[in-house]
């Protein structure tokens, strides 16, 4: 891989890694559904008209929007309000143990002792976290896996759907996602208006940064790389983000580094890294 290209994964490795922190900000000032809301309105008002899609895949779409926009980025929003930002990066990669998991049940996919050692790993890894103090109960432990299992649930429902081009994917999701997500924060959310009035250039910046940068920006940079080169050269760069956002949580959030987090962060990271590495035509798609 060219230095060039190689620099343009970091680059989105380092924009996914700021994306977590850059929640934690946003939800500090909005209410999680209503910052999910918003960045889902703008993803769509910048894809959606530059990106058309076939009235057949629309039922796809819509199915697609509950499973990634509601189930993962909406409780991904929430969980990160109650959890740390580098345990909170961590958990979302169990989302690959699950994708891993769900295509040996529905797609009958082998699982092979390299991706069992790395499911063993991954799960050991969540339960030492739960034990640790950054997880202060068990509602955003159970909050973040649901949400990664959303995001497994997605990548299986995308390798089994029409194919549909990348950016006009998370324009339409994003659109069907709106009145869903809308909908959860006006029944389970309050001072939604007060919150927008009073949200400083922080908060307005977290919901542009989330839409714009991780899921405009980064996601076009990253298929582009994808199609230039073999998938099994570009996806092992994904296992640098937990890494990155474990750091950057320390260093601009003042994130303990205690035991819990790196050992049972590091049996996550390894056991994603004997899962990802032994498959090669895995094409992620992330927040």
């Known amino acids: 891989m060219p230095l060039r290209d190689f620099l343009l994964g970091l680059l989105v490795i380092v924009i996914w890694s700021l994306n977590i922190i850059v929640i934690k900000v946003g939800?500090?000032?909005?209410?999680?559904?209503?910052?999910?809301?918003?960045?889902?309105?703008?993803?769509?008002?910048?894809?959606?008209?530059?990106?058309?899609?076939?009235?057949?895949?629309l039922p796809f779409l819509v199915l697609l929007s509950i499973t990634f926009g509601?189930?993962?980025?909406?409780?991904?929003?929430?969980?990160l309000g109650q959890a740390e930002a580098g345990t909170g990066a961590l958990l979302v990669q169990m989302g690959t143990p699950f994708a891993t998991l769900l295509a040996v049940v529905f797609l009958k996919e082998k699982l092979g002792?390299?991706?069992?050692?790395?499911?063993?790993?991954?799960?050991a890894g969540v339960v030492v976290l739960a034990g640790g103090p950054t997880l202060p109960s068990p509602l955003p432990l159970t909050i973040l896996l649901l949400s990664a299992f959303g995001w497994a649930v997605s990548q299986l429902l995308i390798k089994r759907g029409p194919p549909i081009a990348p950016l006009a994917l998370a324009g339409w999701v994003a659109l069907f996602a709106v009145p869903q997500v809308a909908l959860g924060s006006w029944l389970f959310e309050q001072n939604q208006w007060q919150a927008i009035t009073q949200?400083?250039?922080?908060?307005?910046?977290?919901?542009?940064?989330?839409?714009?940068m991780s899921s405009i920006a980064a996601y076009g940079i990253w298929y582009a790389l994808?199609?230039?080169?073999?998938?099994?050269?570009?996806?092992?760069?994904?296992?640098?983000?937990?890494?990155?956002?474990?750091?950057?949580g320390a260093l601009l959030?003042?994130?303990p580094m205690g035991f819990h987090?790196?050992?049972?962060?590091?049996?996550?990271?390894?056991?994603v890294a004997l899962i990802v590495l032994n498959v090669g035509k895995q094409r992620p798609t992330r927040a």
């Open 27 to 57: 939800v500090a000032e909005l209410p999680p559904l209503l910052m999910t809301t918003l960045r889902f309105i703008l993803v769509a008002a910048l894809l959606v008209p530059f990106y058309p899609v076939a009235r057949a895949q």
């Open 70 to 79: 509601s189930l993962h980025f909406a409780l991904l929003f929430i969980g």
């Open 261 to 271: 987090k790196l050992v049972g962060g590091g049996l996550v990271v390894a056991g």
């Open 226 to 248: 994808l199609r230039r080169h073999p998938v099994n050269r570009v996806v092992p760069m994904t296992l640098l983000t937990p890494v990155f956002a474990v750091g950057l």
């Open 199 to 212: 949200a400083s250039w922080l908060g307005w910046g977290a919901v542009a940064y989330t839409a714009i």
């Open 253 to 255: 959030m003042g994130d």
């Open 113 to 123: 002792p390299k991706r069992l050692a790395g499911l063993l790993l991954s799960f």
